[in-house]
Nanobody
Framework: VQLQAFGGGLVQTGGSLRLSCTASQRTASTWIMGWFRQAPGQEREFVAAAEWNGDGPYYTDSVKGRFTISRDNAENMVYLQMNNLKPEDTATYYC?????????????????WGQGTEVTVSS
């Protein structure tokens, strides 16, 4: 499975961005699709994820109420709508996919990763 993420950019505090990720095919390893982010000098952290059947979604606490993850299963797409962005949201965002039953909050729970798209929030 190849994942391609896009939609990052530069935005001011309080602004919005929508990230998109396309998967090359639907397999057992696209049951869960999610987003992680990594800021310079920091570890990669979970942001949000959604299961193929609509269960979840799952969010890290810092983005609840601001970010919304959604999927278009027919198009093998996952989206991350990010509103009210803050400087601390600045990072490279990675799309990931994995199988049913893993720990969706950990990178180990995912089998495939996209190349990342950069998000910069200016203060």
């Amino acid at each position: 499975v190849q994942l391609q993420a896009f939609g990052g950019g530069l935005v001011q505090t309080g602004g919005s961005l929508r990230l998109s990720c396309t998967a090359s095919q639907r397999t057992a390893s696209t049951w869960i699709m999610g987003w992680f982010r990594q800021a310079p000098g920091q570890e990669r952290e979970f942001v949000a994820a959604a299961e193929w059947n609509g269960d979840g979604p799952y969010y890290t606490d810092s983005v609840k109420g601001r970010f919304t993850i959604s999927r278009d299963n027919a198009e093998n797409m996952v989206y991350l709508q990010m509103n009210n962005l803050k400087p601390e949201d600045t990072a490279t965002y990675y799309c990931a996919s994995g199988r049913y039953g893993g720990n969706y909050y950990l990178a180990l729970g995912y089998d495939y990763w996209g190349q990342g798209t950069e998000v910069t929030v200016s203060s």
